[in-house]
């Protein structure tokens, strides 16, 4: 089935650092959202974009819709460890009432 | 107030069998959508119900199938299993199709072929 591409896979970083990821989609989307999934339990939703160029952060989350409505970004600052999980994007296209998924992206966390 | 809640958590079937899995959305919520999700092939759409009535479907075989019952709750069934439907099936609910605000996954039911 279509998909998002997201990147990157996985990363690795040390407590307190920045994170970026995006994801990129050849259809245009009306909506962006952005989902953590810790092991074992189903995807929480963490963001919701709904317009174009939308800018939008939840405490140490930030993720913007992109201005082609053809991608998004999130971006976490100062890292701690909670924030191990797979990150998804998920969008939904016009004229389409279901959500695609990203592949998503592993962040681990190195002591 | 309560989560989208799926049972069971986890299941172990054999080749060949059949299996049936449940859940309930929140309370309220109408909308009640399946995803399968593998490592190889991430969250893939399976179908979304709503009032009812099957009203989006992914690109799995006939072997896959749903229903929704009055009260929203919503089952899955899976006939004839094959190894490759080891997966973490997960519903999602909303209040209205195409409602994103507030769309909500339950935990997941790991289906295990053997």
């Known amino acids: 089935g279509q998909q998002l591409n997201q990147s990157p896979q996985s990363m690795f970083i040390q407590e307190g650092e920045d994170v970026s990821m995006n994801c990129t989609s050849s259809?245009?989307?009306?909506?962006w959202l952005w989902y953590k999934q810790d092991p074992g339990e189903g995807p929480v939703l963490l963001i919701a974009?709904?317009?174009?160029?939308e800018l939008t952060s939840n405490g140490r989350l930030t993720a913007q819709f992109g201005i082609t409505r053809k991608d998004s970004f999130l971006n976490i600052s100062a890292s701690i460890p909670s924030d191990v999980g797979i990150y998804f994007c998920?969008?939904?296209?016009?004229?389409?009432?279901?959500?695609?998924f990203g592949t998503g992206t592993r962040l681990t966390i190195i002591p | 107030k309560a989560g989208v809640t799926q049972t069971p958590r986890y299941l172990i079937k054999t080749r060949g069998q059949q299996v049936t899995l449940s859940c309930s959305p929140i309370?309220?919520?109408?909308?009640v959508s399946w995803y399968q999700q593998t490592p190889g092939q991430g969250l893939q759409f399976l179908f979304e119900?709503?009032?009812?009535?099957?009203?989006n479907k992914g690109n799995f075989p006939g072997r896959f199938s749903g229903r929704q019952f009055s009260n929203s709750r919503s089952e899955m069934n899976v006939s004839t299993l094959e190894l490759g439907d080891s997966a973490l099936y997960l519903c999602?609910?909303?209040?209205?199709?195409?409602?994103?605000?507030?769309?909500?996954f339950g935990s997941g039911t790991r289906l295990t072929v053997v």
């Open positions: 999602a609910s909303s209040y209205d199709r195409g409602f994103w605000y507030g769309y909500t």
């Open positions: 259809s245009i989307f009306n909506t």
């Open positions: 974009l709904y317009k174009a160029g």
């Open positions: 998920a969008g939904q296209d016009f004229g389409n009432e279901k959500l695609t």
């Open positions: 309370s309220g919520h109408r909308s």
């Open positions: 119900y709503f009032s009812e009535t099957q009203r």
